[in-house]
């Protein structure tokens, strides 16, 4: 089992920044490939951004590319979300996710096997 916690959403305005952070526990961190997804009111969860067990390969969905930038300290057992130029279409709630394969190429949720309990972040004036 993988343990999974976000923290740092809140209230933000539009241009605005926010890190996300994401501690795991249970397992190895470094054994897992990490994911953020996200939840808007009325909508479906959708994919935002991986990142390998190293680090070294990311991918974004087109909607945050050149905004958001994710990361990880396997020494920290964290995995952080970076959100920058903030929009309200950004409003949602965010988890993070973690598979064991290490393959980052993939928007499907279903295959992610462990999930945080989700931070809200909110972009308004």
């Known amino acids: 089992q993988v343990q999974l916690v976000e923290s740092g959403g809140g209230l933000v305005q539009p241009g605005g920044s926010v890190r996300l952070s994401c501690a795991a526990s249970g397992r190895t961190f470094s054994d897992y490939t990490m994911g953020w997804f996200r939840q808007a009111p009325g909508k479906e969860r959708e994919f935002v951004a991986a990142?390998?067990?190293?680090?070294?390969?990311?991918y974004y969905a087109e909607s945050v590319k050149g905004r958001f930038t994710v990361s990880r300290d396997n020494a920290k057992n964290t995995v952080y979300l970076q959100m920058n130029s903030l929009k309200p279409e950004d409003t949602a709630v965010y988890y993070c996710?973690?598979?064991?394969?290490?393959?980052?190429?993939?928007?499907?949720?279903?295959?992610?096997?462990?999930w945080g309990q989700g931070t809200q972040v909110t972009v308004s004036s």
């Open positions: 990142i390998s067990r190293s680090g070294g390969t990311t």
């Open positions: 996710a973690a598979k064991g394969d290490n393959y980052v190429y993939t928007a499907r949720d279903y295959q992610y096997t462990y």
